[in-house]
């Protein structure tokens, strides 16, 4: 990375880490998790469609407070969680106790050169990093995530939409996916709908 670009992207994860930090400072939950239908359903989809079984190692990007977070590590034997925001992730630390959390930047965490993931999940949290200013690291992020599959490993992605010109933006994630060489093997829009936003769920799988 050029040093601009570098300084392109700390300033944009200083402004997110700054964003979420207060977002998350206002009130606990304040994605509603634990009371809206809509989140529950989203989480229980998610969950089918990383498969029937036991899972060894998994990446959860964009964890926020560990709802999603505390269901891998039931079926995970390790589960790394990954965050910008220290607020969230001081309330994931006590929903999930069993996790790994880190708190990071995707844009420039890597995990350790060892580590290889039977999935990765990637919740309602692209769209933060896909900035003005940061296409070219943007772009690189698909190659790199996909690189930390093993071999079978799924990746998954859960975005919610509200218009046409929403719902194809989120596809153009799982379109950098494919162009990563990673394999398609199910998309859906669960049934469950908050004020208008649902959500594009596309399963990969690196061949
Ligand atoms: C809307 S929440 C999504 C929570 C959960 N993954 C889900 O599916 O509902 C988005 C989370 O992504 C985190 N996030 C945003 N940009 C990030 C970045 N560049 N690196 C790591 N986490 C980031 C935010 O702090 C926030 O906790």
Not at 20 to 27: E, K
Not at 121 to 132: A, F, I, S
Not at 146 to 156: C, E, I
């Amino acid at each position: 990375m050029s040093v601009w670009s570098e300084l392109r992207v700390s300033w944009q994860a200083f402004k997110t880490r700054r964003k979420m930090n207060r977002q998350f400072g206002r009130r606990e939950d304040p994605f509603s998790y634990a009371t809206t239908p809509y989140e529950a359903a989203r989480l229980d989809a998610m969950d089918a469609a990383l498969g029937p079984g036991r899972l060894e190692e998994v990446l959860e990007v964009g964890c926020a407070e560990g709802h999603f977070t505390e269901r891998l590590t039931r079926r995970a034997r390790r589960v790394t969680a990954l965050d910008i925001s220290t607020v969230a992730l001081a309330r994931a630390l006590k929903r999930a106790p069993g996790a790994v959390f880190v708190a990071a930047d995707l844009m420039t965490w890597a995990p350790r050169p060892e580590a290889a993931y039977d999935a990765i999940v990637l919740g309602d949290v692209l769209y933060y990093l896909d900035r003005p200013g940061v296409g070219a690291e943007f772009a690189a992020l698909f190659p790199r995530l996909a690189s930390w599959l093993k071999p079978g490993g799924r990746l998954l992605l859960a975005h919610g939409f509200s218009s046409d010109k929403e719902l194809a933006h989120r596809r153009s994630f799982r379109e950098r996916f494919e162009a990563a060489a990673l394999r398609l093997v199910s998309e859906t829009i669960p049934d469950a709908d908050r004020g208008g936003v649902r959500c594009l769920l596309s399963t990969l799988e690196k061949i």
